[in-house]
């Protein structure tokens, strides 16, 4: 008796073959493990906050450091080059051989110039013989106290810039800014009119009103109205805040009415 097999064509018999391997080797391979997927944990945001404010403060930290002890070293080499030229040890002509020997000697180092070196002398021979002044002197970076110096020619205005500069936390840009607007001028020597009940109850607010701003950020036209005036406050709201002071908050929102223009309530 002949035995026949069924023949397979090259058409669907091959396909069926190829389609019943890979659902054999899926059977096999299905009772492996599944690798599991990582675990999403959550993370504790208040101590990775508490962290990252401790890093924060200690770079402020480090930054404040660095800085009292340039300007100690400043204060150190201008104190130096003032009493040697004051006792005729020195001409002008030494400075800049000091400036050559300093980047001779010490590669790399910048900010010793001829130029310095003098603004150096400047900055002692300007604070040595005020001794509260003095104190406030490492509060402020030395860029601080080249405005200051360069700017302000009398003891009591220099003193005025320090004291407020530390005090609103200004940055080099904003001190010269109020400098070149006479804030001074504005503050001290033309000063607010307060009450002298107001004065005997907040004794503060004489150094916080003033009767005159300075606006000129706002780039507004010689005729402008109130309410150009309003507008241009909000859309310069930052810089109208450092013109008040930082001890003064400004809130502002918009009212509005169906057909009506829109306000805004200060």
């Given at each position: 008796?002949?035995?026949?097999?069924?023949?397979?064509?090259?058409?669907?018999?091959?396909?069926?073959?190829?389609?019943?391997?890979?659902?054999?080797?899926?059977?096999?391979?299905?009772?492996?493990?599944?690798?599991?997927?990582?675990?999403?944990?959550?993370?504790?945001?208040?101590?990775?906050?508490?962290?990252?404010?401790?890093?924060?403060?200690?770079?402020?930290?480090?930054?404040?450091?660095?800085?009292?002890?340039?300007?100690?070293?400043?204060?150190?080499?201008?104190?130096?080059?003032?009493?040697?030229?004051?006792?005729?040890?020195?001409?002008?002509?030494?400075?800049?051989?000091?400036?050559?020997?300093?980047?001779?000697?010490?590669?790399?180092?910048?900010?010793?110039?001829?130029?310095?070196?003098?603004?150096?002398?400047?900055?002692?021979?300007?604070?040595?013989?005020?001794?509260?002044?003095?104190?406030?002197?490492?509060?402020?970076?030395?860029?601080?106290?080249?405005?200051?110096?360069?700017?302000?020619?009398?003891?009591?205005?220099?003193?005025?810039?320090?004291?407020?500069?530390?005090?609103?936390?200004?940055?080099?840009?904003?001190?010269?800014?109020?400098?070149?607007?006479?804030?001074?001028?504005?503050?001290?020597?033309?000063?607010?009119?307060?009450?002298?009940?107001?004065?005997?109850?907040?004794?503060?607010?004489?150094?916080?009103?003033?009767?005159?701003?300075?606006?000129?950020?706002?780039?507004?036209?010689?005729?402008?109205?109130?309410?150009?005036?309003?507008?241009?406050?909000?859309?310069?709201?930052?810089?109208?805040?450092?013109?008040?002071?930082?001890?003064?908050?400004?809130?502002?929102?918009?009212i509005s009415h169906p057909g009506r223009p829109t306000r805004f309530c200060a």
């Amino acid at each position: 008796m002949e035995v026949q097999f069924p023949c397979l064509t090259a058409g669907r018999g091959v396909d069926t073959l190829i389609v019943m391997a890979k659902k054999s080797k899926t059977l096999a391979t299905s009772g492996k493990a599944t690798p599991p997927s990582p675990k999403v944990i959550d993370f504790d945001e208040a101590t990775f906050a508490e962290i990252s404010t401790l890093i924060s403060v200690s770079r402020e930290r480090a930054l404040l450091s660095v800085n009292t002890v340039l300007i100690d070293l400043y204060w150190s080499i201008g104190k130096i080059i003032s009493r040697k030229i004051a006792a005729s040890e020195w001409g002008d002509g030494v400075v800049p051989q000091l400036a050559a020997y300093i980047a001779r000697t010490q590669t790399g180092l910048r900010g010793f110039t001829r130029p310095n070196l003098f603004r150096m002398r400047q900055f002692y021979e300007a604070y040595r013989t005020e001794s509260i002044v003095s104190a406030l002197l490492r509060q402020l970076p030395w860029t601080h106290h080249l405005i200051i110096l360069g700017q302000c020619k009398r003891a009591e205005e220099r003193e005025f810039y320090l004291r407020t500069a530390i005090r609103e936390t200004w940055s080099s840009r904003q001190l010269e800014r109020q400098i070149k607007a006479a804030l001074f001028e504005r503050v001290v020597l033309s000063p607010a009119t307060v009450s002298a009940p107001l004065r005997q109850s907040r004794p503060e607010a004489v150094d916080i009103f003033r009767d005159t701003y300075m606006l000129e950020f706002l780039g507004l036209p010689p005729g402008h109205s109130e309410a150009d005036l309003h507008r241009s406050l909000l859309l310069k709201l930052k810089d109208f805040l450092i013109e008040l002071g930082a001890r003064l908050l400004f809130r502002s929102f918009r009212i509005s009415h169906p057909g009506r223009p829109t306000r805004f309530c200060a």
